[in-house]
């Protein structure tokens, strides 16, 4: 089971940038499907973006395509969320997430119960 930890959240003005990283330790696996995902208060959790580890193919949310990138580093075991013109309704917490899949899969997750490790989170508040 990998664990995973997210930093580079902060308080940030609308329009400013920030990058979360996602350090993953305990791989065991050659690919993933990884996923970035967010919660406001008194929302549901709800998916932001995700990549498959080992293809690099991407998904993103609608709210956030064209702002967030999503990226792996894969000898530094660390995958990062490139938020650009932020926006208030992006402050939540976010966490990353991870799933074991086959080597050969280009699998990319879009929902939280599909992910089975977890990050503690890191709090993103953007004010207008």
């Known amino acids: 089971q990998v664990q995973l930890v997210e930093s580079g959240g902060g308080l940030v003005q609308a329009g400013d940038s920030l990058r979360l990283s996602c350090a993953v330790s305990?791989?065991?696996?050659?690919?993933?499907?990884m996923g970035w995902f967010r919660q406001a208060p008194g929302k549901e959790r709800e998916f932001v973006a995700t990549?498959?580890?080992?293809?690099?193919?991407?998904y993103y949310a609608d709210s956030v395509r064209g702002r967030f990138t999503i990226s792996r580093e894969n000898a530094e075991n660390m995958v990062y969320l490139q938020m650009n013109d932020l926006k208030p309704e992006d402050t939540a917490v976010y966490y990353c997430?991870?799933?074991?899949?086959?080597?050969?899969?280009?699998?990319?997750?879009?929902?939280?119960?599909?992910?089975?490790?977890w990050g503690q989170g890191t709090q993103v508040t953007v004010s207008s």
């Open positions: 305990g791989r065991t696996f050659s690919n993933y499907a």
């Open positions: 997430a991870a799933k074991e899949i086959n080597s050969a899969s280009t699998t990319i997750l879009t929902v939280n119960n599909r992910y089975d490790n």
């Open positions: 990549i498959n580890w080992s293809y690099g193919r991407t």
